[in-house]
């Protein structure tokens, strides 16, 4: 029995670049609140937060940068090399993120809760968990990401693979394990399978729903628009829809592959895709940096929708802030600032979690537009 009230907790958990954030996903698209502990970890010693004193107190100086903030690399590489400078640094992190957990999944309106975290059978949170699911990778692919995604070095990203070790004694532990070593189609098949099997119906059925309806009135050009979430299972209709309007043959694959790292909201007329919106909720930052519009289609009410859509979701999953990303001629309309989004440069943000999502998803030539969606932070300075 979980920790928490009326939720059934899934604790998800593998070594490293395995490709749980991947599962994390595809669980979130099937109705679950995902909880990033790594992340949080990373927003613990972030500058103004509760970890970072007592890291400086700790390791000394040297491990910040010139800004001031601590150079995780660098304290990641010290860690990973030594057992007992890891154990020092966990007994400063691990309880200000078991409390972060703790925050919010209490106050998620989810029934089901995922909680990713590296770490999670070698501290406390798995004893929160209803079911622990493992994700297990062959090494080379483990190697692959680490390098590609991560910009590690070879040498490096060997040797926090092999500092993890055999990942046998997590799969004993396990009772789900996902072998993410296939397709994005291959994995979602077994998510969906141990999901269906493991959670009980009770739990699944609490499905939230990320929808706007058109409050125009009957007879308006927008009269049947509904704005809602898309899954997996429409990949073929956005696939189409984006090769119509990108210029370019977009397959059903590549629109499942991009279902592990983002959602798409679907403005519909009737059946008929009108408008679509990329939409990524990561470390509780949301992020929009697809947007497509049919040409018959009128930016002022469509865009309305389509945010009214997306916060709503956005802040169901507690995020703090709202970032969009525009080609600069969209960009320039006054209705952004009526929507209370706002211009701003990537050093014009508060926290370095926001700076870190900005850089990660802002592409060339794009313009930052940045909405706040709650004021209350979950790692609050001692």
């Not at 072998?179 to 141990?194: H, I, L, M, P």
Request: proline share 5%; glycine share 6%.
């Amino acid at each position: 029995m979980s920790s928490w009230p009326n939720k059934f907790v899934i604790g998800l958990t593998g070594n490293i670049a395995t490709g749980k954030s991947l599962v994390r996903k595809m669980l979130e698209h099937l109705g679950a609140y995902g909880i990033d502990a790594d992340a949080l970890a990373h927003r613990a010693i972030a500058k103004g937060a509760p970890g970072y004193q007592p890291l400086v107190d700790t390791f000394g100086q040297w491990i910040l940068r010139p800004d001031g903030e601590i150079d995780r690399r660098k304290l990641g590489r010290l860690a990973f090399a030594d057992p007992t400078i890891m154990h020092q640094l966990e007994e400063i992190i691990h309880p200000l993120v078991r409390q972060a957990v703790h925050l919010l999944a209490r106050r998620s309106k989810r029934a089901v809760i995922v909680i990713e975290a590296i770490k999670l059978l070698e501290g406390e949170l798995h004893k929160h968990c209803d079911s622990i699911w493992v994700v297990v990778a062959p090494p080379e692919q483990q190697l692959k990401r680490l390098v590609s995604k991560r910009g590690l070095s070879p040498t490096d990203a060997r040797l926090r693979i092999t500092m993890q070790g055999d990942p046998k004694a997590k799969i004993a532990a396990a009772d789900v394990v996902i072998y993410n070593d296939g397709s994005f189609e291959k994995t979602w098949e077994q998510v969906r399978k141990a999901w269906r099997l493991v959670v009980p119906e009770q739990y699944r059925r609490a499905r939230p729903s990320t929808m706007a309806r058109s409050r125009a009135a009957a007879g308006s050009v927008t009269a049947h628009w509904v704005a809602k979430k898309a899954g997996p299972k429409d990949a073929a209709a956005i696939a189409e829809f984006l090769s119509q309007h990108t210029g370019r043959q977009v397959r059903r694959a590549e629109v499942l592959a991009a279902f592990g790292e983002k959602a798409y909201l679907a403005l519909l007329d009737g059946d008929q895709v009108i408008g679509l919106l990329g939409w990524q909720v990561e470390n509780l930052v949301a992020r929009v940096n697809e947007w497509y519009l049919s040409p018959q289609v009128p930016l002022e009410p469509a865009a309305k929708m389509l945010l009214e859509a997306m916060e709503a979701g956005s802040r169901e999953l507690q995020c703090e802030i709202a970032l969009l990303f525009l080609p600069p001629d969209l960009a320039r309309y006054s209705l952004w600032q009526q929507l209370d989004y706002h211009r701003k440069d990537v050093s014009d943000l508060t926290m370095r979690a926001w700076q870190e999502a900005a850089r990660e998803s802002q592409l060339p030539h794009t313009v930052m537009l940045v909405k706040v969606l709650r004021s209350d932070r979950v790692m609050q300075p001692l």
